[in-house]
Structure formats: C-alpha cells, structure tokens
C-alpha cells in the first residue's frame, strides 16, 4: 500500500515538512510552501469535522474591519448601547482566532496581514503580496513575478466569478492592495512614491498603476474607496481643490474609462452619484470618493461631508452589480474599514467605536443581501490596537468615565487608555507628572468625538497590537474557520469552501506519493 495512502496526508506532509524545516536551516518560514502545506495540513483535519453535505460557496464575501480588536468590539458595544449589545458579525454561526504575526515581525501592519488573509501565505512587514523573503523596500524583488503572490481575487476571477471591493481606505492602502497588487513597500502607491525610494517607476509599477492596468485590478467589477490623489497628475486640480501626486503625468482614471472597450463603464466622484445609479445598464464602476481616505462615520450626515456615501450604501450598491442574473458563476465582494485602525491611531477611542457601529451595519446589509446556502461570509480584523480597558467602570456607562483610583496617586483613571499615542500630552504634565483625567475631559473644550484618553507613550501616531484576530463566519464549510489558526489559514478555507482552485478536490490535491516523502527522507540522511 502506498505510503501516503497508508498513513494519510497528515502524516505525509508532516514527514516533508520535518524534512523541509533541516534542509533549510531553521528558515522554513520563507518558503511559501510552509506555509501553504501547514494550512492545507489544518484544513484536511477540519474537514473531517462533519459528514454532512455542504454546498460549494458559489459566492464570496470578506468583511475586514482594520484594528477592530476584541477589545474594541467589547468597548464599542456599551458605546452602541449596553455591555450586552450583539454586533451583526457577531451573531455568525462559528468563530475563531487567528494568529497575526508576520515573518518578520510580532507584531503586523495591514500590509502584512492582508498578504496572509487574501494570498494564504504569510509575508514580512509592510510588503504586499510578496514572497515571504522579500524585505520591504526591495526594488528588484517587486517586479520578479516569481516572487509575487496571487490572490483568491486572482483565483475567483479564473474560475469565472466577477470580483470587486469597497474601502473607507485609499483603494490603494495595504489591505484591499493585497487583493490585486504586489509591492515590496505598502507606501509605495503612486509613482512619485517609487522614485523616492530610489527605484524605477518603469520596472517597479506602483499600486495605483496595478489597479488600473495590472492582470487582477483591470479585471475588476467594481471598486469603491477614496484616494483619488494617486491617480491623477501632480499638474492637475482634484474637486477638492488639491494637486494630484503622480509624476508621470497619467491620469489613471481616464486611462481607466478608455481601457474599458465593452460595456458601459461609469466613474463617480460622490454619494449623490452613487444614490443615482441603474446598476442594471453598468458593467463597470469606479467610485473615487475622496482625495485621501473617507472621512469617519461620526464626521459623515448632519450636513457634513454630504459627498462621501457609508459603506453600508456602497456595499449595497456593490452587491447590486455583483449579483446580476448574467454573473452566473457568483462572485467575491471584499470589505474594508480602515478608519477603525486610523481612529486608534489618533487616539481617538469614540471615534473608533461609532465606526465599529458603522461597520456592523455595512456587515449586516451584506448577510441580508445574500444567502447562507451558497454564500460564504467572513468577517475579521486585520491588526489588534493597543487599546485597554482597565478598572471596574459601573454599567451602561461612557467610555471615557472614571473607572477608578489608583492606590499610588489617589487619582482616578479612565475606562481605556492606550499603550501609544498622542494623548500622553494632555494627561502628564512636569513637574506634577499625571494629572486627574476626569479633570482634564471636564475641561476639554473639544467635542466628545475628538476626545482622547491617557497614553503612556508619547507618540503622533499610536501604534498597532499584536493580538489575535477575530474571525467570524457562516455559510458553507464556515466551520472550518472554527478554533484557532494561523491568519494565512483564512484565504485556503476560503478557496477551499468555493473550489476555486483544485484544493477543494479533497485529500489527493495535497496527498505526496511515497516515492516523494521517500526522497525526501533519503536527502535529509544522507546530505
């Protein structure tokens, strides 16, 4: 009896993976074949979980709230209503967490993470879609197509399904760039951004430039997100009224009307636009509906910024051209907020929390809108924050309240603070050192939106948590996100639950013959 047969692909790839780990000195995690073989290793033994029949997941949609750490999700419930407040992710039928670290580093940037959840295969920080050896800032490295990942984006594509995304990010930003672009620096989104860090914008394309004219990108149904900045000249005037930052004098959102030969392709600019639309009579859409990244869902309505659609539209509007009855191979929708992180980042824990409302509602517009019988929906974050939620705050009440005294002080301190950040200003002081918070929000003259809490590290911008991720699902073979897993685990059970790739035919995608492990064994022996 064959080897792999007898003993089964655990055992098998096991023996390899031994096997692999002496050969290469201990840096097996640069080869994404570990990390693709560890993940197809789970999900056989997940797999055999249930005997029920499951339906293939015809469609396909990700939900990635950035930074929405448990934590935040725990505090962002009292803030929409009460401890025991259900968030519409939440109510999935499995859940599990999934471990963020990079190659190279504790704890990740979306880059880094988005790489892992959308290509299956985990990468070093601040690298997109790049083979786990590639260090950021490698020129050379980013346009070697051997060393570019691909994407379920790229395999949802090549099994016939539409594909598109919506962003309260640049569509250039890190995660939703994983989706279609490769890039060994995150920051690397339009060509003047190549140029200064000492690479050719000719041989190393910029993330915009992939969008619009890259294998994956040009193919896209629909997109959705701000950065208009990124695609137009630096001689041209955005409706914002600022300077576009490309260098090469493109302007990508013509070349993108101008590449769409078939079909009625339209580009919008603002919500009304968007509110506008027959769906019916489009085959392409491109919403750019900033210069930069959106505003925040607490900065949108009430008369402000009356241009910028929520993601809960765009997500509808999203679905409308992604399910017409010709898409008869279903389709992948991608979601992200990335205000959420940015939020934190600014250390502005209010803000965060009413974008995590924001999110939840985007999430449920996408459940309602499709069917858990052939749909698989997942929602996750991306990165953790530093975000704490110390002391013993009384019930139902605000985040930004006394949660008690300190033995060592005699002050109170606030429901939650950040490990980083710029607040440490407004709370220390020489030479008293900390001063009363209560005191301080009481005196604050700025809305309660724009509040900061207590950080204990100075800094302009907070920086990212290295905690696992949340992982929520339902639909076919969502049990298999159950437990706990490496993050890059997410895009195999996702290619997997749609058959996409041939990893869905079972064991024998993956089983090695004997004749294989074999001579594996015999080279790690007798080297």
Not at 178 to 197: I, M, P, Q
Not at 295 to 317: E, F, I, S
Request: glycine share 8%; hydrophobic share 40%; aromatic share 8%.
């Amino acid at each position: 009896m064959a080897l792999g047969r007898r003993f089964g692909p655990t055992l098998a790839i096991s023996l390899v993976l031994l096997c692999a780990a002496g050969l290469t000195g201990g840096h097996e995690e640069h080869d994404p074949n570990y990390w693709n073989h560890q993940a197809h290793e789970l999900l056989f033994e997940k797999k055999d979980y249930t005997m029920q029949k499951i339906n293939i997941a015809k469609n396909i949609m990700v939900f990635v709230g950035a930074g929405m750490s448990p934590a935040t999700v725990t505090a962002a419930r009292t803030f929409a209503g009460a401890e025991n407040e259900t968030f519409a992710f939440e109510k999935m039928k499995w859940s599990g967490n999934a471990r963020t670290y990079c190659v190279d580093s504790r704890v990740p940037d979306s880059a880094c993470a988005g790489t892992a959840f959308l290509t299956g295969v985990k990468s070093n920080l601040g690298t997109v879609a790049m083979h786990p050896t590639v260090k950021r800032g490698d020129c050379v490295a980013t346009s070697d197509k051997v060393k570019q990942l691909e994407s379920i984006a790229k395999w949802a594509l090549d099994a016939g399904k539409v594909v598109g995304f919506a962003t309260t990010s640049r569509v250039t930003a890190s995660s939703s760039a994983a989706l279609y672009g490769h890039s060994a620096d995150a920051r690397w989104e339009n060509d003047a951004d190549v140029t200064a860090a000492g690479c050719n914008p000719a041989e190393v394309r910029d993330i915009a430039y992939q969008l619009i004219h890259g294998e994956v990108g040009k193919r896209f149904t629909v997109i959705f997100g701000g950065g208009r900045k990124n695609f137009i000249p630096s001689t041209a005037t955005d409706a914002s009224g600022a300077r576009g930052l490309r260098a090469d004098g493109k302007n990508l959102i013509e070349e993108w009307k101008q590449s769409k030969t078939t079909g009625n392709a339209v580009y919008i600019t603002t919500g009304a636009e968007l509110a506008a639309l027959d769906t019916s009579k489009i085959d392409h859409l491109l919403g750019l509906f900033d210069y930069d990244q959106l505003p925040y869902a607490a900065d949108v309505g009430n008369g402000q910024n009356p241009d910028t659609p929520p993601l809960v539209r765009m997500v509808h509007y999203s679905l409308e051209m992604l399910q017409k009855k010709e898409h008869s191979n279903g389709f992948l929708l991608f979601v992200e907020d990335g205000n959420i992180l940015r939020a934190h980042q600014e250390n502005k824990p209010n803000k965060a929390f009413q974008q995590v409302a924001h999110y939840s509602m985007a999430f449920d517009m996408g459940h309602m809108m499709v069917s858990e019988t052939n749909s698989l929906v997942v929602s996750l974050n991306d990165v953790g924050s530093t975000l704490s939620l110390p002391g013993y705050p009384a019930r139902d009440t605000d985040a930004l309240v006394s949660a008690g005294t300190s033995d060592q002080d005699s002050k109170p301190y606030l429901s939650v603070s950040y490990a980083t950040g710029p607040g440490f200003d407004s709370y220390y002081k020489l030479p008293e050192g900390r001063l009363d918070p209560v005191t301080v929000l009481q005196n604050a003259a700025t809305p309660a939106k724009e509040r900061t809490c207590s950080a204990s590290v100075p800094m302009t911008a907070g920086v990212n948590g290295g905690e696992d991720a949340m992982v929520y699902a339902s639909g076919p073979w969502a049990f298999m996100l159950s437990g706990a897993y490496e993050q890059n685990f997410v895009a195999h059970a996702i290619t997997f639950a749609s058959c996409i790739t041939d990893v869905c035919g079972g064991a024998s995608s993956v089983v090695l013959s004997a004749a294989t492990v074999l001579l594996a064994i015999v080279v790690k022996l007798f080297a």
